[in-house]
Each structure stands twice: as structure tokens, then as C-alpha cells.
């Protein structure tokens, strides 16, 4: 873990530092907008070229949809403690989503018009899963519930096949528990582009979320404004802020729980001192060497190695996304650590603070925020009803969690009368007329005469 004295004024650099490049380039844009254009020409045709190419040699495009009984077997393969668990996870989700809900509302302006605001939900929503070591149900939960909760009619999921054309058994039976019946053995950009422009196989769609790899984040880069996207997402990151009173041991597994979501993932901890980060460094290792232990363990004790026992523990490197800073000499706590916080914009902000309500009222940048010792970013990552899906790569400068709102349209609405047409034409004409627009002048000078017969 690399360990580092911060200053408000360094505290620019310091992000910089450990910010990643961005995964697109030039390369990627070129190979993803040439399977989007031989997908939005070819259709069907296409999918199966590049689907067979990259992921599943025998496939046909009967065959990228999965049949509902193959949903229907997952679902009843899965044990039983995991189907309570996704029950758990979708009954919070879908409580903590209905609390997103906004109502219509409409009034009286002040110059007798009435306005107000509708909201209506998008008509299809496509949801992307990712396939291989990112494939998790947890996902297909994240992504369905804000959608059905605001009222989505049509939703289907594309997610990555294997070599033989299998998919993830927990994402099937996620979907079918979730009510979701139209699931496609899909991925890549290829799976961005069905959803975008439609094929006689994979009905297009009006929004499409969910995270992906590169090709994936391009992709729906490039054919946002023909659909709706929620995000371009990035390497998952957490911001760990914590006093002398924080347990060492309990900030060190919430860090390498962090390490867990992949190559690129970042744990930062501020900290407030250089010993307690050397203190949490020195149980980092611990954790390490005890899942080293066990997982080989696991594997000794297992004829077929699965997600459980890979055979060995295969440490990944520490340095370059594992950082920790401290105050330098001088520095007070509390406000170089919310400056750190609002100039990282971290995806998942965990406060392990004595007094971390106090806190809260410095940030203004965080996807999520896990207040108190007792609530690592695990619980958002699964069970506690908030959603995963959240802003990443300093985004939640402006950004927002996946929601409610992203499958939904706010409409305006406005209805005058005679009166307020005749109370608000003459400052429109002057408006109208100094901008140059005659017939908007007219167009509202003729209600304005009617108002006076």
C-alpha cells in the first residue's frame, strides 16, 4: 500500500496521482463502430458472425434467445439458501426504489397559466450482465428492480455466452425470479448494438444500462442519443475515511473487498495519521496471508475447482490501487479529508468516524455513502436495498446512482386561458421580436386578441 502526507494544496496532484486513464481508445472506437454498423446493416446476420467469432462458435440466431424453460430449470436448480438471499436483496431494492418515485404534480402559475410535471416510464429498457468472473445475479437485481419499479413494461437482459453457449445459471435464475422472460445469449458491443437499433431477432429498446467492459462502454458511448444510457462506467473504486478510533482490521477487509471487483479497481483510506495506515497495511497482509490459507484449503479438500477453489491463491499486486494518506504536519483532519472526498468523487465513500453524521454535511461528491463502522460498502453491493450501480471515475461530480429516474420521462406540462394568454402575450412579443422570431409574435398576439374580444 502506497502511503502518502497530504496538504490541501496537494490534495489536486494527489487525485491525479492515483485517477486511472480511461479504458477507450481510438483502436476500440474503430472495432466497435464497425460491428455496430455491420449490426445496425446486416441484422441478424451480424450478431451471429460476431457472436461466433468472439464468444460461441455454434450459434444461430434461433438460438440467442433463451427459451423460458432453461430460465424455469435455473430457477429451481438454484439452493435454496441462495434463492433466499436474492429474495432479500430484491424485496430492500425494491423498497428502497419505491422511495425514489416522484409524484405528477400541476398548479397555478402566477399569471393564471397552469403548469405541471408528468412522469411516464420508457416504453423498453435493454439491461446488460456481464459474462465470466464479472457475471453476478446481484446485477441482474440492480438493474431490474428501478426498472420495474417505474413502471417499464418490456425489459430484456443480454449477457455474455461461453464457448458452448451456456450461460451463468445465478443470472437465469435472477431473471426468472424477477419476472424477466427475455434474456439473450449476448455480449460486447454487439449486444449494445442489437439493443440500439433492433434485428429481426432482439426487439430495439429506449434505454439501456448495466456496466460492461470497454467495448461495452464504447459501444453504448456511441449510439447514445438514438437510446437512453445510464452511465459509462469505469473501475469500481472506494474512499475509505476513518479516525483513531476505527478498527484496523475491519478497514483492511473493507479495502481488499474493494481489490475483489478486478484489474483497475481502486481502495483509497484516509487516514489520520502515518501509523494507523501502517497499522491497517500490516493487517491488509494478514487478511491476505488467512485467504491465501484458506482458499487452499478449499482446493485440496475439492475434486472439481470452481468459484470457490481455484486451486491456489493467486495474490494480486498491491501497489498502484491500494493508497492511504495522512494529514501532514500542520494539516487538520477533518477538512483535508473532505476535500479529498469532494475532489475524488469517490463511486463508495465509507466513514468510519466517531461522529460521521457530523461529517457528511462537508461532501458534496460520492455515488454512495456508507455512514458508521458497522457498514461496509458490501451491504450496497448486495443485500441493503440501495443500488450498485453507481458513478465511477470522479463522475459523481454530476452524476447519480442507477434509479427510478433513469427509466423515466418527465413531461411538461401547460395550459393556458383566454386571461393568462392576454396577461402573458405582450412580454412574449418583445421576447418574440428582439430575437427575431415574427411568427412566434403573431402566434401568440392572435390568442391575445381573442382574449380581448
Known amino acids: 500500500m502506497l502511503i502518502q502526507a497530504l496538504t490541501l494544496a496537494s490534495v489536486p496532484s494527489a487525485v491525479d496521482g492515483v485517477r486511472p486513464r480511461p479504458a477507450s481508445s481510438e483502436a476500440i472506437a474503430r472495432v466497435v463502430e464497425g460491428i455496430l454498423a455491420g449490426v445496425r446493416a446486416r441484422g441478424d446476420a451480424a450478431l451471429v458472425e460476431v457472436t461466433a467469432r468472439l464468444d460461441w462458435p455454434q450459434v444461430t440466431a434461433a438460438r440467442l434467445r433463451v427459451p423460458e424453460e432453461e430460465l424455469r430449470a435455473a430457477s429451481e436448480r438454484l439452493p435454496a439458501d441462495l434463492r433466499r438471499a436474492l429474495e432479500k436483496a430484491r424485496d430492500n431494492c425494491t423498497w428502497f426504489h419505491r422511495h425514489e418515485l416522484p409524484a405528477d404534480w400541476e398548479e397555478q402559475g402566477p399569471d393564471g397559466q397552469r403548469l405541471g410535471i408528468r412522469q411516464r416510464p420508457v416504453g423498453r429498457a435493454g439491461l446488460y450482465v456481464p459474462g465470466g468472473l464479472g457475471s453476478y445475479a446481484s446485477s441482474v437485481i440492480m438493474n431490474v428492480v428501478p426498472a420495474q419499479v417505474a413502471g417499464v413494461a418490456e425489459l430484456a437482459i443480454c449477457t455474455p455466452p461461453g464457448r458452448d453457449g451456456a450461460v451463468n445459471e445465478s443470472v437465469l435464475a435472477a431473471a426468472w425470479l424477477l419476472g424477466v422472460r427475455e434474456v439473450y445469449r449476448l455480449g460486447g458491443a454487439q449486444a449494445v448494438a442489437a439493443l440500439a437499433y433492433g ?3 432482439v426487439p430495439r429498446v429506449d434505454v439501456i444500462t448495466g456496466p460492461g467492459n470497454a467495448y461495452v462502454n464504447e459501444a ?6 438514438l437510446v437512453g444510457i445510464d452511465s459509462l462506467a469505469g473501475p469500481s473504486e472506494v474512499l475509505v475515511v476513518a479516525d483513531g478510533q476505527a478498527e484496523p482490521r475491519w478497514v483492511a477487509a473493507d479495502l481488499l473487498a474493494q481489490e475483489e471487483h478486478g484489474s483497475g479497481a481502486q481502495a483509497l483510506l484516509m487516514a489520520p495519521d502515518e501509523d494507523f495506515c501502517r497499522a491497517v497495511g500490516k493487517a491488509i497482509e494478514v487478511l491476505r496471508a488467512e485467504r491465501c490459507a484458506l482458499s487452499d484449503t478449499l482446493a485440496a479438500h475439492s475434486a472439481v475447482p470452481g ?5 491456489s491463491c493467486v495474490a494480486r499486486p498491491v501497489g498502484g490501487n ?7 504536519l500542520g494539516q487538520e483532519f477533518a477538512p483535508l479529508a473532505a476535500a479529498l472526498v469532494n475532489a475524488y468523487g469517490p463511486e463508495h465513500l465509507e466513514l468510519h468516524l466517531q461522529d460521521a453524521r457530523a461529517f457528511l454535511s462537508g461532501v458534496a461528491s460520492a455515488g454512495a455513502i456508507f455512514v458508521g463502522k458497522h457498514t461496509p460498502t458490501a451491504f450496497g453491493d448486495y443485500v441493503a436495498g440501495s443500488n450498485h450501480v453507481l458513478p465511477t471515475g470522479g463522475s459523481a461530480r454530476f452524476a447519480s446512482a442507477l434509479s427510478v429516474h433513469t427509466f423515466l420521462r418527465r413531461q411538461s406540462l401547460i395550459e393556458l386561458d383566454a386571461a393568462a394568454a392576454g396577461r402573458l402575450a405582450p412580454p412574449l412579443a418583445r421576447l418574440a421580436e428582439s430575437e427575431g422570431f415574427c411568427f412566434h409574435r403573431i402566434s401568440a398576439e392572435m390568442r391575445a386578441e381573442d382574449a380581448a374580444e
Open 199 to 201: 434485428t429481426g431477432t
Open 220 to 225: 453504448k458511448r456511441q449510439v447514445f442519443g
Open 307 to 311: 468459484p470457490a477453489s481455484t486451486g
Open 322 to 328: 491500494l493508497h492511504a494518506f495522512y494529514p501532514a
